[in-house]
C-alpha cells in the first residue's frame, strides 16, 4: 500500500517557482506593458479588482477560482504558470502607470508576495498545482489509485483553507491599508 503522499518538498519548490514567475513577469509587465496594454484597459481592470476586493468571502470565491483552475489534472501548471503571470505583468503594468517608479514595483511586490496574505496565498496556490500534478502523474501511469485520489483531495482541501485564511487577512490588510493605497495609486 502506498499511501498518501503529500510532499511539502514539492509544495515549497511550487511555492518558489510561484514568486519567480510573478517577479519575472512584473519586471516584464511594468517595462513591456505600457508598450501593450492601453492605461484605459488597466485602469478598467483595477476597478474590477477593486470590486472582487469588497469583502472576505469576494476575495475567497475570486482566489477559490483561481486554485480549483490549477487543481485541475493535466491543465493545472497551465493555469498555475499562467494565472501568476498575468497576475505579474498586470501588476508591473499597473505600477508603471500608477506610480512610475520601479522602487513602487519592488514595494508591490513585498506587498503581493511578502506580507502574510500573500504568502498565504501563493502557498494555497502551490498546493493546488501539486494536487494537480499528483494526479496527472497517475494518470499517465495509466494506473489511478484510491490513495492517488485522497493525496488529491488533501492537497486541495489544504488550498482552500488557506485562501480562507488568506482571503480573511487579505480583506483585512486591504482595509488598514486603504488610505495608504489610495493615495499612492491616485
Given at each position: ?10 509544495v515549497?519548490?511550487a511555492?518558489?517557482?510561484a ?5 519575472i513577469s512584473?519586471?516584464?509587465g ?5 508598450y ?18 469588497a469583502?472576505p468571502?469576494?476575495v475567497?470565491?475570486?482566489n477559490?477560482?483561481i486554485?480549483?483552475l490549477?487543481v ?5 501548471p ?6 501568476l503571470?498575468?497576475t ?7 505600477i ?5 517608479s520601479?522602487?513602487?514595483?519592488l ?11 500573500g504568502i498565504?496565498e501563493?502557498?494555497?496556490y502551490a498546493?493546488?498545482?501539486?494536487g494537480?500534478?499528483?494526479l ?6 495509466r494506473s489511478?489509485t484510491?490513495?492517488?485520489?485522497i ?17 480573511e487577512i487579505e480583506y483585512?490588510e ?7 493605497i489610495s493615495?499612492?495609486?491616485t
Amino acid at each position: 500500500m502506498a499511501g498518501i503522499k503529500v510532499s511539502i518538498r514539492r509544495v515549497l519548490i511550487a511555492y518558489v517557482a510561484a514568486i519567480i514567475i510573478v517577479i519575472i513577469s512584473s519586471v516584464l509587465g511594468y517595462y513591456v506593458g505600457p508598450y501593450l496594454i492601453p492605461r484605459a484597459l488597466v485602469n478598467e481592470i483595477a476597478s474590477g479588482i477593486k470590486v472582487a476586493a469588497a469583502s472576505p468571502i469576494d476575495v475567497f470565491t475570486h482566489n477559490l477560482l483561481i486554485a480549483t483552475l490549477m487543481v485541475i489534472p493535466v491543465l493545472g501548471p497551465l493555469a498555475f504558470v499562467g494565472s501568476l503571470s498575468f497576475t505579474g505583468f498586470f501588476l508591473g503594468t499597473f505600477i508603471y502607470f500608477t506610480l512610475s517608479s520601479p522602487l513602487g514595483l519592488l514595494a508591490a511586490l513585498v506587498v503581493t508576495l511578502f506580507f502574510p496574505h500573500g504568502i498565504v496565498e501563493v502557498m494555497a496556490y502551490a498546493f493546488s498545482v501539486m494536487g494537480s500534478i499528483s494526479l496527472t502523474m497517475g494518470i499517465f501511469r495509466r494506473s489511478v489509485t484510491k490513495d492517488d485520489i485522497i493525496t488529491y483531495l488533501v492537497y486541495y482541501l489544504i488550498a482552500v483553507t488557506l485562501l480562507f485564511i488568506a482571503a480573511e487577512i487579505e480583506y483585512w490588510e486591504i482595509t488598514a491599508l486603504k488610505g495608504l493605497i489610495s493615495s499612492l495609486t491616485t
